[in-house]
C-alpha cells in the first residue's frame, strides 16, 4: 500500500481531482448510465444501485447539488419506478460529492 498523497497542483486543469481517490479514477467496471460535463451515473461498485458522482474532487454549493440531484432523480425514476430515495450519505468517500438512490424499502444500512 504505497499512497503517495502529493497535492496533484497541474496548471490547466479545470477540475480538481485526486489520483488516489476512487471516485477521481472512475474505473468503468459498473454499467454507466449517463454522463455529461458535470457528473456520471453507474452502479455502485459495492451497493449496485445507481450512484451519481461529480466530475469535481470535492463539493458543490446547495444549490448545484440540487441540480445534480436532480440528474439522478431522472435516471432513477427509470431504474425504480416503483418509488426510490436519495442517499445523500457519503460513508465511503466522504470529500467527493456522490450520492446513491436506493429502491424503495430495498435497501438500508451501508
Ligand atoms: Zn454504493
Ligand atoms: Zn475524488
Redesign the pocket.
Known sequence: MGSESETASTSGLPL???PD????TAERITPWHYEDEQVWVADCMVCSTPMIVWRT??LPDAELEKDLLGVLERIASERYPEGFWIDPIRRR?P??WHAHARPEGGFFGT
Do not use: N, P
Request: proline letters at 0%; aromatic letters at 0%.
Open positions: 480538481a481531482s485526486d481517490c476512487l471516485l477521481c474532487h470535492g468517500i470529500d467527493h
